[in-house]
């Protein structure tokens, strides 16, 4: 099992910048890869950025790309969301979630989110 505690989300100001943290637990060994998923209100969950736990690679949905930044910290078992420019838009609930070693193919282990809200 791995535990995932996300924070950093709180009420910002269109233009702010603000960096979401994942702490992840337990069989961190395990871990294959990091994402970020976000929930905006009335909208299905969608991807937003990814990280391999080993490498370097990053992976982000095109959308946000050159405003959202994922970066890790293997020795604090650590995962952030540097966000940047943020707008109204950008309102939603930000989970955490991990492919695991030995599930590769799909995120199976998820934290219970933290919420960004944006005003305008």
């Known amino acids: 099992q791995v535990q995932l505690v996300e924070s950093g989300g709180r009420l910002v100001q269109a233009g702010e910048s603000l960096r979401l943290s994942c702490a992840a637990s337990g069989r961190t060994f395990r871990i294959y890869r990091m994402g970020w998923f976000r929930q905006r209100p009335g909208k299905e969950r969608e991807f937003v950025a990814a990280i391999p736990w080993s490498g370097a690679s990053t992976y982000y949905a095109d959308s946000l790309k050159g405003r959202f930044t994922i970066s890790k910290d293997n020795a604090k078992n650590t995962v952030y969301l540097q966000m940047n420019s943020l707008n109204p838009e950008d309102t939603a609930r930000y989970y955490c979630?991990?492919?695991?070693?030995?599930?590769?193919?799909?995120?199976?282990?998820w934290g219970q989110g933290t919420q960004v809200t944006v005003s305008s």
């Open positions: 979630a991990v492919r695991s070693t030995d599930r590769p193919s799909e995120y199976g282990y």
